[in-house]
């Protein structure tokens, strides 16, 4: 079955320092994996995706992920945190493919950043 | 392009009583999703639409229905409120299947149950 771990529920951070949000993936097969970001009382909006290309990502706002087969992990990095990042951030996980397209969302960090 | 727009935007209900959250995107995507957003849950899918006339249940379908009669309009029903409907309920599109395709995202409705 698939699934997400989120292993902080809240990440503070300095304005200007980096930022490490960390996600666990279980997945049956090759995964696809995505980062989306919610603001207070916003949609939810795709900063990157993973879809068995390369295994660093770039998304928007300077996020990047990297894919660890490995170690299960799909780690959301920045390396310097703007006060426009307060948000919280969501790993996803692809659901199986009879679902079609059903997608699995960790349970969110939030990540504040202070002046 | 408004994208995804969500009506309306807050709902008080009491228990008991029925709504339609309504839904629509003009990207002419093929595929809507309504998802609810319960506190350190994440999101949970409801039920979605591969197109036109049809409707699939997702993760947690029980107390709900929904159509698609249109392909740019994906209804949310609830026929009797109860409180632990009280929740932030997103919908969403998508041009094919999510796996590969971004979902893009309505504001939200915030709808609370008494």
């Known amino acids: 079955a698939q699934s997400v771990t989120q292993l902080d529920s809240h990440v503070s951070v300095s304005e200007g320092t980096p930022v490490l949000l960390r996600c666990n993936y279980s997945?049956?097969?090759?995964?696809?994996l995505f980062w989306y970001v919610q603001h207070p009382n916003k949609g939810l909006q795709l900063l990157l995706k993973y879809t068995s290309a390369a295994t660093l990502v770039k998304g928007i706002n300077g996020f990047e992920a990297e894919f660890k087969k490995s170690e299960t992990s799909f780690h959301l990095t920045k390396p310097s945190a703007h006060m426009s990042d307060a948000a919280e951030y969501f790993c996803?996980?692809?659901?199986?493919?009879?679902?079609?397209?059903?997608?699995?969302f960790g349970k969110g960090t939030k990540l504040s950043v202070k002046p | 392009n408004a994208g995804v727009t969500q009506t309306p935007k807050f709902r008080v209900l009491k228990t008991g009583q029925s709504m339609t959250l309504l839904c629509a995107q003009d990207?002419?995507?093929?595929?809507m999703y309504w998802y609810r957003q319960d506190p350190g849950m994440g999101l949970r899918l409801i039920h979605y639409?591969?197109?036109?006339?049809?409707?699939a249940k997702g993760e947690v379908p029980d107390g709900y229905n929904v159509s698609r009669l249109k392909k740019q309009n994906f209804l949310l029903g609830l026929e009797s409120a109860a409180p632990s409907q009280t929740s932030v309920y997103f919908c969403?599109?998508?041009?094919?299947?999510?796996?590969?395709?971004?979902?893009?995202f309505g504001p939200g409705t915030r709808l609370t149950v008494l």
């Open positions: 997945s049956s097969y090759s995964p696809s």
């Open positions: 996803v996980v692809r659901g199986p493919v009879r679902s079609q397209g059903n997608l699995i």
């Open positions: 639409s591969v197109g036109e006339g049809t409707t």
């Open positions: 969403a599109s998508s041009y094919r299947l999510a796996a590969y395709n971004e979902q893009f």
């Open positions: 990207m002419n995507h093929e595929y």
